[in-house]
């Protein structure tokens, strides 16, 4: 008899280490996330991106070579991978990560970088975003970049319900570069007050319309 226990602790330890790997590999193509769910024909593996397209292939040949490494690397038993285009990708702190490492690979500044996904962040309608860019940025010595907009939960329920986590590596000629990017995103909070008028107020207000 199998353990159920154990049977879901080994299931969150293979999802972890597809998501790693695909995350290693795709991070250019704005990998977000994957989704692994068990059918009666095998493993339906859902793999969420930002750019769809560099993850499927020129006519799904790399689709088909992450088939076979899911399948033979993770034992994962007949993958079915579909790629989907992530929802709101200036939403998501992974996305947003991966494209500052992009950014920077390409000679951007990082200032430049960070607050240019800032602000795509919060037109989004984010309720806050924190970017810290780590590395040799200025000098020789490493030090870190913190780049902030709005409000970002670091404690408590809304830490785990609203907020967004990621961190990025990019390596570059004076070292490596690290980027987290924490992103509270779109939802009702504990500090959120709304003014409600009276039915009185109302209807007099409507009376004078």
């Known amino acids: 008899m199998v353990n159920i226990k154990n049977y879901f602790i080994e299931q969150?330890?293979?999802?972890?280490?597809?998501?790693?790997?695909?995350a290693s590999k795709f991070w250019r193509a704005g990998?977000?996330?994957v989704d692994l769910i068990r059918?009666?024909?095998?493993?339906?593996?859902?793999?969420?991106?930002a750019r769809p397209g560099l993850i499927i292939g020129r006519r799904g040949q790399t689709l088909r070579t992450i088939q076979l490494v899911i399948e033979k690397l993770f034992g994962i038993e007949n993958p079915q991978i579909t790629v989907v285009e992530a929802e709101n990708p200036d939403l998501?702190?992974?996305?947003?990560?991966?494209?500052?490492?992009?950014?920077?690979?390409?000679?951007?500044h990082f200032r430049r970088a960070g607050f240019i996904a800032l602000r795509r962040v919060m037109a989004a309608g984010a309720?806050?975003?924190?970017?810290?860019?780590?590395?040799?940025?200025?000098?020789?010595?490493?030090?870190?970049?913190?780049?902030?907009?709005?409000?970002?939960?670091k404690s408590g329920e809304q830490s785990f319900r609203l907020v967004d986590r990621a961190v990025a590596?990019?390596?570059?000629?004076?070292?490596?570069?690290?980027?987290?990017?924490?992103i509270t995103r779109p939802g009702l909070t504990a500090d959120h007050v709304e003014i409600v008028q009276k039915e009185q107020?109302?209807?007099?207000?409507?009376?004078k319309s």
Do not use: W
Not at 92 to 108: D, K, S, T
Not at 127 to 153: D, F, N, P, Q, T
């Open 31 to 33: 990998y977000a996330g």
């Open 201 to 207: 107020e109302v209807s007099q207000q409507s009376l």
């Open 169 to 182: 590596h990019v390596l570059l000629k004076p070292g490596m570069y690290g980027i987290e990017v924490l």
């Open 127 to 153: 309720i806050g975003c924190e970017i810290v860019i780590s590395g040799k940025l200025v000098a020789e010595r490493a030090r870190y970049e913190k780049l902030k907009m709005g409000k970002v939960y």
């Open 12 to 22: 969150g330890i293979k999802k972890v280490a597809v998501d790693e790997y695909l």
């Open 92 to 108: 998501n702190a992974r996305i947003v990560a991966f494209n500052i490492a992009l950014a920077l690979e390409r000679g951007i």
């Open 39 to 49: 059918t009666p024909l095998g493993t339906r593996v859902i793999i969420y991106a």
